[in-house]
């Protein structure tokens, strides 16, 4: 007698099990099965193993990754975005879930679903290594596609940029005139036929043709949804909020040469939304530093509706030629930016520094201050290459001593950092000048200059002393977090470092970074590099300081640029709200759960990839169609990533990315070569092989401005 319910255990019928489970109102083992049911011994234990494994496959049963049994319920209902595969099966990508759901083909074709379509799925099987789905229904209207489109005699064909959507779009009854043949336009698919590859559709909007302006930037925009505009009424918003603003209360700091220090081109106004202006003067003891930041969460209310759209965006996104903000221009250009000249609401971080670098005390504040100058880091470097001269002017002393003490200030934290074990790979800053038309006049990349360093090193130290002050204070926030390698990818990289003579076998590797930096061999070392960085997690945040293994770090945020991410205005609130504790007068303070910071982070997280991959893809558009015409053209390039279907290169005088196919490889390496892993090299029957780091010359095959894809095959030459 269980619960109430009599259980007979004669055998383990599929009605009995479920019985079980029903009448225990918990998930169940085969432990607990075994014992309920009497069934000992491995012949019949195997039985009552495969009975459960069948009615998991039926999608009546759940194993988790504990072993434990539940009734499927619709608890397991998930939305999700499908990718389709080359054989038709499909991955679901799950919010919440590291791992990709797997999606038989025939659920693909039973839901008559396409790559991108959001989906609800069910379980239908779970183990600790994968989760087999199956699709229960759309989720919604489907998402237009971005198509090509072609006149025929009875409407138009749209062919989906997409590539894995593999369908043809017949629209009937359309309006011809209204497009032309190649342009680009966004298209309601239906009556969708995953075994035929056919469906109707409707045009909703046409983009235009690959040489219009901003083509690249309204199909990343659309594909990776980027929001362009701002909700009616919004703007408005900000205005009242303006008008309504006082600097009462604040530390009056107008009296301080503070300087704005950002862009790198030869005019200052690259940048537009000026977050933070430094300054710095020498002390007995050490250093002083003043960064002051935007004060923005005094003009963006907690919860208000200006908050909640920054929310949803996350950050600001720069395409080549256009920036989509994450507030209003009105704040994120005008008032809350810390031109020069003009007073400024901001939220300061004061910080003592011993000359060593370390940090002694620091201390958050309102203020109001003036920026005395808006310099760009090839200016603020000419100044202090030329004692003060920089585009035929002279600057004035107190921005001289500014600019000398940050110099001073650089130079410590430097040597901190390399004493904390910290290894700075040269990255290189791609820049696309772009001309009237849109279209990519010049690739050039950023030169690096001593002033970058400068500010990096001034922004890192506001960031400790906000996340160290978060977390001595007991305080809820947003951190930025790292994870390391794991033993399994220094073990990887350890053993191609055997091979190629940089270790020994018995040599004992933790810090892989350091031992990169050490080769002399300049290509060797370049190797590794994107070795490392293949292996690399990107930084994240989180609510928890579990510290940031690339920066050496126990405590590190981001507190310095609130205007263009919002977990910056986050830290703010949070740091406020710590001050306010404290008996302090502040404006914009917040207090946020650990469930709601959680909830704000993953969204930041996957928000921040999202612009990435937006401004990847238009990028790639630009330099396809930039190579057009270059067919058969060789040029020079490196090795930066080997997988099955081919190998990635990116040609050295632009760092764009092309592929070297896999079923081209025997135009390099002959009748046959060997592929044993991703990242590992890929060694032909003829000695020739493709290994990362490698620099090789690759003939350009084919330039696909409308995908944004350049195929290239590798040349002994």
């Not at 703010?572 to 404290?582: D, P, W, Y």
Request: with cysteine; glycine share 6%; hydrophobic share 35%.
């Amino acid at each position: 007698m269980t619960n109430g319910t009599t259980i007979e255990k004669p055998v383990a019928s599929p009605e009995h099990l479920l019985n079980l489970i029903r009448a225990k109102e918990r998930p169940l083992s085969l432990t607990d099965f075994s014992k309920q049911l009497e069934v000992f011994g491995p012949e019949k234990t195997d039985e009552l193993r495969r009975a459960l494994k069948k009615l998991c496959e039926e999608g009546k049963l759940l194993r988790d990754q504990y072993h434990n049994y539940h009734l499927m319920t619709d608890a397991f209902k998930v939305t999700g975005t499908l990718t389709v595969i080359r054989n038709g099966n499909a991955f679901l990508s799950v919010h919440g879930e590291d791992k990709d759901w797997f999606i038989p083909k025939k659920e693909v074709i039973k839901a008559a679903a396409i790559h991108g379509d959001s989906v609800v799925a069910d379980i239908a099987f779970r183990d600790e290594d994968r989760t087999i789905g199956k699709i229960i229904s759309l989720n919604g209207e489907r998402k237009p596609l971005v198509a090509k489109v072609y006149k025929i005699d009875d409407g138009i064909i749209a062919t989906p940029l997409d590539k894995k959507a593999s369908i043809n779009i017949h629209i009937p009854d359309a309006d011809a005139s209204s497009v032309s043949n190649g342009d680009l336009a966004l298209i309601d698919a239906y009556d969708v036929n995953i075994l035929n590859g056919s469906g109707k559709g409707r045009i909703r909007t046409v983009i235009g043709d690959i040489h219009s302006k901003g083509v690249e930037r309204k199909v990343a925009c659309h594909n990776h949804d980027i929001p362009t505009a701002f909700p009616e009424g919004l703007n408005d918003a900000a205005k009242e909020i303006v008008q309504g603003f006082s600097m009462k209360g604040r530390k009056d700091l107008t009296n301080l040469p503070f300087v704005t220090i950002d862009g790198d081109f030869k005019r200052v106004d690259d940048s537009a939304d000026l977050d933070d202006a430094v300054y710095a003067t020498q002390t007995q003891s050490g250093y002083r530093l003043l960064v002051a930041i935007a004060d923005v969460s005094s003009f963006i209310p907690h919860d208000s509706e200006l908050d909640k759209e920054a929310r949803s965006r996350t950050r600001s996104v720069y395409f080549p030629g256009e920036t989509y903000t994450m507030i209003p221009r009105l704040l994120s250009n005008s008032v809350c930016s810390l031109h020069e000249g003009k007073l400024r609401a901001v939220f300061v971080c004061d910080i003592k520094i011993r000359t060593n670098g370390e940090i002694e005390d620091y201390d958050f504040y309102e203020a109001g201050i003036r920026s005395a100058k808006r310099l760009s880091y090839r200016m603020a470097q000419e100044a202090l290459d030329n004692k003060g001269l920089t585009d035929g002017i002279t600057l004035e002393t107190p921005v001289m001593d500014n600019l000398r003490c940050l110099q001073r200030i650089k130079s410590a934290q430097a040597k901190a950092a390399e004493q904390r074990g910290v290894v700075e790979f040269d990255r290189k800053d791609r820049i696309l000048s772009l001309n009237e038309a849109g279209k990519i006049q010049r690739v050039f990349f950023a030169e690096k200059y001593e002033t970058h360093d400068m500010i990096m090193h001034a922004m890192s130290l506001a960031n400790i002393c906000a996340a160290k002050f978060m977390v001595d204070n007991d305080q809820h926030g947003l951190h930025r977090v790292h994870d390391g390698l794991s033993q399994d990818e220094k073990l990887a990289i350890k053993q191609d470092m055997v091979k190629a003579g940089v270790v020994s076998a018995d040599d004992f590797i933790d810090d892989i970074a350091q031992i990169i930096e050490d080769i002399e061999d300049p290509e060797l070392r370049q190797r590794f590099t994107l070795q490392l960085r293949g292996f690399s997690k990107p930084a994240r945040y989180a609510s928890r300081a579990i510290g940031h293994e690339g920066l050496k770090l126990r405590h590190y945020t981001h507190f310095t640029s609130p205007i263009r991410r919002y977990t910056d205005l986050i830290v703010h609130r949070c740091i406020k709200a710590i001050l306010q504790r404290k008996g302090r007068t502040v404006n914009g303070a917040g207090v946020y759960s650990i469930g709601e910071l959680d909830q704000i982070a993953e969204t930041i997280n996957t928000t921040d990839r999202r612009a990435f991959l937006a401004v990847r893809d238009a990028e790639d558009m630009l330099i396809a169609y930039y190579y057009r015409g270059k067919e058969n053209t060789p040029f020079n390039a490196t090795i930066t990533g080997t997988k099955r279907f081919g190998t990635f290169l990116k040609i050295d005088e632009t760092q764009a990315n092309v592929l070297f196919p896999s079923d081209l490889y025997p135009e390099f390496l002959g009748d046959s070569y060997e592929f044993v892993d991703d990242g590992l090299p890929v060694k032909g029957g003829n000695g020739l092989s493709l290994s990362v780091g490698d620099t090789v010359t690759v003939l350009l095959e084919d330039a696909d401005p409308w995908t944004g894809k350049l195929c290239g095959v590798v040349s002994e030459e």
